[in-house]
Protein backbone atom coordinates (compact mmCIF):
# COMPACT_ATOMS: atom_id res chain seq x y z
CA UNK A 1 0.00 0.00 0.00
CA UNK A 2 1.28 3.61 -0.77
CA UNK A 3 2.36 5.42 2.44
CA UNK A 4 0.49 8.49 1.10
CA UNK A 5 -2.93 6.41 0.79
CA UNK A 6 -2.05 4.50 4.26
CA UNK A 7 -1.80 7.93 6.25
CA UNK A 8 -5.04 8.74 4.55
CA UNK A 9 -6.95 5.80 5.89
CA UNK A 10 -5.66 6.69 9.34
CA UNK A 11 -6.51 10.45 8.89
CA UNK A 12 -10.29 8.53 7.86
CA UNK A 13 -10.55 7.14 10.87
CA UNK A 14 -9.38 9.23 12.89
CA UNK A 15 -12.04 11.48 11.57
CA UNK A 16 -14.77 8.97 12.31
CA UNK A 17 -13.65 8.38 16.03
CA UNK A 18 -13.57 12.15 16.34
CA UNK A 19 -16.58 12.83 15.27
CA UNK A 20 -18.30 9.97 17.13
CA UNK A 21 -16.71 11.33 20.72
CA UNK A 22 -17.53 15.25 20.17
CA UNK A 23 -20.63 14.52 19.17
CA UNK A 24 -21.52 12.52 22.35
CA UNK A 25 -19.45 14.92 24.60
CA UNK A 26 -22.20 17.28 23.90
CA UNK A 27 -24.68 15.35 24.95
CA UNK A 28 -23.20 14.48 28.56
CA UNK A 29 -25.14 15.22 31.63
CA UNK A 30 -24.33 15.06 35.13
CA UNK A 31 -26.83 11.81 35.92
CA UNK A 32 -25.01 9.95 33.06
CA UNK A 33 -22.92 6.94 34.11
CA UNK A 34 -19.85 6.01 32.54
CA UNK A 35 -21.67 2.95 31.08
CA UNK A 36 -24.30 5.07 29.21
CA UNK A 37 -21.72 7.29 27.73
CA UNK A 38 -19.93 4.47 26.52
CA UNK A 39 -23.24 2.79 24.99
CA UNK A 40 -23.69 6.26 23.22
CA UNK A 41 -20.00 6.53 21.56
CA UNK A 42 -20.67 2.96 20.69
CA UNK A 43 -23.84 3.31 18.99
CA UNK A 44 -22.48 6.62 16.84
CA UNK A 45 -19.54 4.15 15.60
CA UNK A 46 -22.11 1.39 14.56
CA UNK A 47 -23.52 3.91 12.53
CA UNK A 48 -20.25 4.34 10.63
CA UNK A 49 -20.17 1.01 10.64
CA UNK A 50 -17.23 0.10 13.10
CA UNK A 51 -17.52 -3.87 13.80
CA UNK A 52 -13.55 -4.56 15.44
CA UNK A 53 -11.94 -2.26 17.83
CA UNK A 54 -7.94 -1.80 19.13
CA UNK A 55 -10.25 -1.38 22.31
CA UNK A 56 -13.74 -0.36 23.18
CA UNK A 57 -14.87 3.29 24.70
CA UNK A 58 -13.78 4.14 27.80
CA UNK A 59 -15.62 7.17 29.74
CA UNK A 60 -14.20 8.64 33.34
CA UNK A 61 -15.39 11.01 35.84
CA UNK A 62 -14.44 13.17 38.37
CA UNK A 63 -11.71 11.58 40.27
CA UNK A 64 -11.48 8.34 38.15
CA UNK A 65 -9.82 11.02 35.26
CA UNK A 66 -6.63 10.68 37.76
CA UNK A 67 -6.91 6.51 37.74
CA UNK A 68 -5.75 6.79 41.02
CA UNK A 69 -7.59 3.68 41.69
CA UNK A 70 -6.14 0.22 43.30
CA UNK A 71 -5.76 -2.49 41.35
CA UNK A 72 -5.16 -3.12 37.63
CA UNK A 73 -5.68 -0.93 34.82
CA UNK A 74 -7.71 -2.92 32.63
CA UNK A 75 -9.92 -3.80 35.11
CA UNK A 76 -10.18 -1.01 37.44
CA UNK A 77 -10.56 1.91 34.02
CA UNK A 78 -13.64 -0.65 32.58
CA UNK A 79 -16.59 2.05 32.30
CA UNK A 80 -18.22 1.65 35.54
CA UNK A 81 -21.75 2.91 37.35
CA UNK A 82 -19.90 5.80 38.80
CA UNK A 83 -23.00 9.03 38.27
CA UNK A 84 -21.60 12.20 36.92
CA UNK A 85 -22.18 14.87 39.06
CA UNK A 86 -22.48 18.69 38.14
CA UNK A 87 -19.28 20.36 37.43
CA UNK A 88 -17.33 17.29 37.15
CA UNK A 89 -14.29 16.75 34.82
CA UNK A 90 -14.50 13.54 32.27
CA UNK A 91 -12.55 11.93 29.73
CA UNK A 92 -13.64 10.20 26.71
CA UNK A 93 -11.86 7.87 24.78
CA UNK A 94 -12.22 5.16 21.87
CA UNK A 95 -10.17 3.53 19.18
CA UNK A 96 -12.06 1.68 16.52
CA UNK A 97 -10.95 0.61 13.26
CA UNK A 98 -12.74 2.00 10.42
CA UNK A 99 -12.13 -0.14 7.04
CA UNK A 100 -9.46 -1.92 8.40
CA UNK A 101 -7.45 1.38 9.72
CA UNK A 102 -7.00 2.04 13.28
CA UNK A 103 -8.00 5.29 15.44
CA UNK A 104 -7.30 6.17 18.98
CA UNK A 105 -9.40 9.50 19.57
CA UNK A 106 -9.68 10.77 23.24
CA UNK A 107 -11.17 14.60 24.67
CA UNK A 108 -11.10 15.87 28.10
CA UNK A 109 -14.02 18.21 29.12
CA UNK A 110 -17.00 18.77 32.16
CA UNK A 111 -20.03 19.03 32.43
CA UNK A 112 -22.43 21.75 32.96
CA UNK A 113 -20.39 24.88 35.50
CA UNK A 114 -17.56 23.34 37.60
CA UNK A 115 -16.51 25.54 40.73
CA UNK A 116 -14.12 28.48 40.15
CA UNK A 117 -11.24 26.05 41.33
CA UNK A 118 -11.51 23.59 39.50
CA UNK A 119 -12.22 25.02 36.12
CA UNK A 120 -9.10 27.04 36.99
CA UNK A 121 -7.10 23.46 37.29
CA UNK A 122 -9.01 22.09 34.54
CA UNK A 123 -7.62 24.96 32.24
CA UNK A 124 -4.09 24.51 33.17
CA UNK A 125 -4.52 20.96 32.30
CA UNK A 126 -5.61 21.68 28.86
CA UNK A 127 -2.91 24.46 28.79
CA UNK A 128 -0.16 22.25 29.37
CA UNK A 129 -1.57 19.70 26.95
CA UNK A 130 -2.02 22.28 23.86
CA UNK A 131 1.88 22.97 25.00
CA UNK A 132 3.05 19.40 24.77
CA UNK A 133 0.81 19.20 21.68
CA UNK A 134 2.74 21.81 19.79
CA UNK A 135 6.46 21.46 21.74
CA UNK A 136 6.08 17.27 20.73
CA UNK A 137 6.63 18.46 16.84
CA UNK A 138 10.11 19.83 17.82
CA UNK A 139 11.01 17.27 20.64
CA UNK A 140 9.85 13.67 18.38
CA UNK A 141 12.40 13.96 15.91
CA UNK A 142 14.11 10.85 13.92
CA UNK A 143 17.32 12.16 15.98
CA UNK A 144 15.79 11.65 19.28
CA UNK A 145 15.82 8.76 21.02
CA UNK A 146 11.79 7.53 22.49
CA UNK A 147 13.49 7.60 25.77
CA UNK A 148 14.18 11.08 24.99
CA UNK A 149 10.72 12.00 23.69
CA UNK A 150 9.36 10.80 27.12
CA UNK A 151 11.41 12.12 29.35
CA UNK A 152 10.84 15.77 27.67
CA UNK A 153 7.00 15.44 28.01
CA UNK A 154 7.05 14.29 31.93
CA UNK A 155 9.73 17.26 32.85
CA UNK A 156 7.29 19.93 30.64
CA UNK A 157 4.38 18.57 32.77
CA UNK A 158 6.42 18.18 35.70
CA UNK A 159 7.92 21.32 35.44
CA UNK A 160 4.44 23.40 35.11
CA UNK A 161 3.76 21.77 38.67
CA UNK A 162 1.63 18.88 37.37
CA UNK A 163 1.71 15.18 37.79
CA UNK A 164 2.18 12.76 34.92
CA UNK A 165 -0.66 10.26 34.50
CA UNK A 166 0.06 8.25 31.26
CA UNK A 167 2.48 5.86 33.07
CA UNK A 168 -0.03 4.54 34.56
CA UNK A 169 -1.27 3.11 31.40
CA UNK A 170 -0.09 -0.43 30.49
CA UNK A 171 2.92 -0.79 29.94
CA UNK A 172 3.42 2.88 30.77
CA UNK A 173 3.06 4.35 27.59
CA UNK A 174 3.53 7.94 26.07
CA UNK A 175 2.12 6.46 22.95
CA UNK A 176 1.57 3.58 20.69
CA UNK A 177 2.12 3.19 16.79
CA UNK A 178 -0.44 2.77 14.53
CA UNK A 179 1.75 1.11 12.00
CA UNK A 180 1.01 -2.81 10.04
CA UNK A 181 -2.63 -2.74 10.10
CA UNK A 182 -4.66 -4.37 8.36
CA UNK A 183 -3.49 -7.54 9.64
CA UNK A 184 -4.63 -11.04 10.25
CA UNK A 185 -5.87 -9.78 13.64
CA UNK A 186 -7.89 -7.01 12.08
CA UNK A 187 -11.27 -8.74 12.03
CA UNK A 188 -11.09 -10.31 15.12
CA UNK A 189 -14.49 -10.26 17.21
CA UNK A 190 -15.57 -7.55 19.92
CA UNK A 191 -14.62 -9.78 22.96
CA UNK A 192 -16.36 -8.08 26.09
CA UNK A 193 -15.52 -4.19 27.33
CA UNK A 194 -12.37 -2.67 27.15
CA UNK A 195 -8.90 -4.00 24.95
CA UNK A 196 -9.33 -6.25 22.15
CA UNK A 197 -7.40 -8.91 20.15
CA UNK A 198 -6.57 -6.67 17.22
CA UNK A 199 -5.00 -4.51 19.45
CA UNK A 200 -3.00 -7.05 21.71
CA UNK A 201 -2.11 -9.72 18.96
CA UNK A 202 -0.56 -7.10 17.15
CA UNK A 203 1.56 -5.54 19.73
CA UNK A 204 3.01 -8.99 21.36
CA UNK A 205 3.39 -9.72 17.57
CA UNK A 206 5.47 -6.24 17.14
CA UNK A 207 7.42 -6.87 20.41
CA UNK A 208 8.08 -10.66 18.89
CA UNK A 209 9.15 -9.00 15.77
CA UNK A 210 11.30 -6.27 17.76
CA UNK A 211 13.22 -8.99 19.41
CA UNK A 212 13.80 -11.67 16.99
CA UNK A 213 14.07 -9.41 13.80
CA UNK A 214 15.16 -5.91 14.94
CA UNK A 215 11.55 -4.21 13.77
CA UNK A 216 10.75 -0.83 14.95
CA UNK A 217 9.33 -1.06 18.43
CA UNK A 218 5.86 -0.38 18.80
CA UNK A 219 5.63 1.65 21.64
CA UNK A 220 6.77 5.11 22.85
CA UNK A 221 7.71 4.69 26.58
CA UNK A 222 10.51 5.80 28.92
CA UNK A 223 13.19 3.37 28.90
CA UNK A 224 11.91 2.49 25.10
CA UNK A 225 14.93 1.20 22.95
CA UNK A 226 15.41 3.22 19.40
CA UNK A 227 13.85 6.14 17.95
CA UNK A 228 9.90 7.05 17.10
CA UNK A 229 9.36 6.12 13.48
CA UNK A 230 5.80 6.31 11.91
CA UNK A 231 2.42 6.54 12.99
CA UNK A 232 1.77 6.83 16.72
CA UNK A 233 -1.28 7.44 18.54
CA UNK A 234 0.21 10.08 21.37
CA UNK A 235 -1.75 10.20 24.66
CA UNK A 236 -0.15 12.73 27.51
CA UNK A 237 -2.79 12.52 30.37
CA UNK A 238 -2.02 14.99 33.08
CA UNK A 239 -3.48 15.79 37.04
CA UNK A 240 -3.33 18.56 39.05
CA UNK A 241 -5.60 18.10 42.53
CA UNK A 242 -8.55 15.62 41.79
CA UNK A 243 -8.43 16.05 37.92
CA UNK A 244 -7.35 14.48 35.15
CA UNK A 245 -6.94 15.44 31.48
CA UNK A 246 -5.40 14.13 28.43
CA UNK A 247 -5.62 14.03 24.32
CA UNK A 248 -4.99 11.23 21.94
CA UNK A 249 -4.00 12.28 18.50
CA UNK A 250 -1.99 10.61 15.61
CA UNK A 251 1.75 12.07 15.41
CA UNK A 252 3.67 11.28 12.33
CA UNK A 253 7.13 10.74 12.49
CA UNK A 254 8.46 10.21 8.66
CA UNK A 255 12.40 10.89 8.61
CA UNK A 256 12.26 14.64 8.31
CA UNK A 257 9.48 15.24 9.06
CA UNK A 258 7.47 15.56 12.38
CA UNK A 259 3.16 16.71 12.32
CA UNK A 260 0.31 15.48 13.86
CA UNK A 261 -2.64 14.94 11.62
CA UNK A 262 -5.15 17.27 13.78
CA UNK A 263 -2.76 19.75 14.49
CA UNK A 264 -5.16 21.58 17.23
CA UNK A 265 -6.48 20.69 20.42
CA UNK A 266 -9.16 18.19 19.77
CA UNK A 267 -9.23 19.83 16.37
CA UNK A 268 -9.93 18.91 13.35
CA UNK A 269 -7.93 16.03 11.49
CA UNK A 270 -6.50 17.31 8.33
CA UNK A 271 -4.48 14.59 7.55
CA UNK B 1 26.90 1.84 11.10
CA UNK B 2 25.79 5.50 11.94
CA UNK B 3 24.94 6.81 15.73
CA UNK B 4 21.84 7.16 14.46
CA UNK B 5 21.01 3.83 12.93
CA UNK B 6 23.00 2.34 16.07
CA UNK B 7 20.20 3.65 18.29
CA UNK B 8 17.24 2.39 15.90
CA UNK B 9 18.52 -0.98 16.19
CA UNK B 10 19.07 -1.17 20.11
CA UNK B 11 16.87 -4.05 21.76
CA UNK B 12 14.45 -3.15 24.30
CA UNK B 13 15.15 -5.11 27.63
CA UNK B 14 13.80 -9.10 26.94
CA UNK B 15 12.81 -9.35 30.87
CA UNK B 16 10.58 -6.01 30.38
CA UNK B 17 9.10 -7.10 27.26
CA UNK B 18 8.07 -10.69 28.35
CA UNK B 19 6.34 -9.16 31.63
CA UNK B 20 4.60 -6.57 29.28
CA UNK B 21 3.56 -8.95 27.10
CA UNK B 22 2.54 -11.80 29.98
CA UNK B 23 0.74 -8.60 32.20
CA UNK B 24 -1.18 -8.06 28.95
CA UNK B 25 -2.64 -11.84 28.59
CA UNK B 26 -3.42 -11.94 32.47
CA UNK B 27 -4.92 -8.24 32.07
CA UNK B 28 -7.36 -9.13 28.89
CA UNK B 29 -8.38 -12.51 31.12
CA UNK B 30 -9.30 -10.66 33.71
CA UNK B 31 -10.91 -8.03 32.18
CA UNK B 32 -13.04 -10.72 30.00
CA UNK B 33 -14.39 -11.72 33.57
CA UNK B 34 -15.02 -8.62 34.42
CA UNK B 35 -16.93 -7.73 31.37
CA UNK B 36 -18.84 -10.98 31.45
CA UNK B 37 -19.98 -10.68 35.41
CA UNK B 38 -21.07 -7.05 34.57
CA UNK B 39 -23.08 -8.70 31.60
CA UNK B 40 -24.26 -11.33 33.79
CA UNK B 41 -25.81 -8.53 36.64
CA UNK B 42 -27.18 -6.16 34.02
CA UNK B 43 -29.48 -9.04 32.56
CA UNK B 44 -30.19 -10.03 36.04
CA UNK B 45 -31.13 -6.38 36.73
CA UNK B 46 -33.45 -6.15 33.52
Not at chain 1, 45 to 51: D, P, S, Y
Not at chain 1, 103 to 108: G, L, N, P, Q, R
Not at chain 1, 195 to 220: E, N
Request: aromatic residues 10%.
Amino acid sequence: MMRASYIAGIANAQRVAREAILTVAETVRPGDTEREVCGRIATELARAKVRHWLHTPYAWWGERTRFDWPGRWETEALPSERVLEPGEAFILDVAPIVGGFPADFAYSGFAGEPAEEDAIAHRALLAELSRVKSELIGWATHEASNDEVCARVERSIGDAGLDVIHTRYPANVLGHTLEGFPNFSSSAPRIGTGFQLPLLLTYAKGIVLHHLTGAQYPFLRAKGPGRPLGLYAVEPHLGRGALGAKFESVLLIDGTETRWLDPGLFGEVLG
Amino acid sequence: MSEIERARRKRSPFGEDLCIVWSGVVGFLLQCVRSWITLAERRDDS
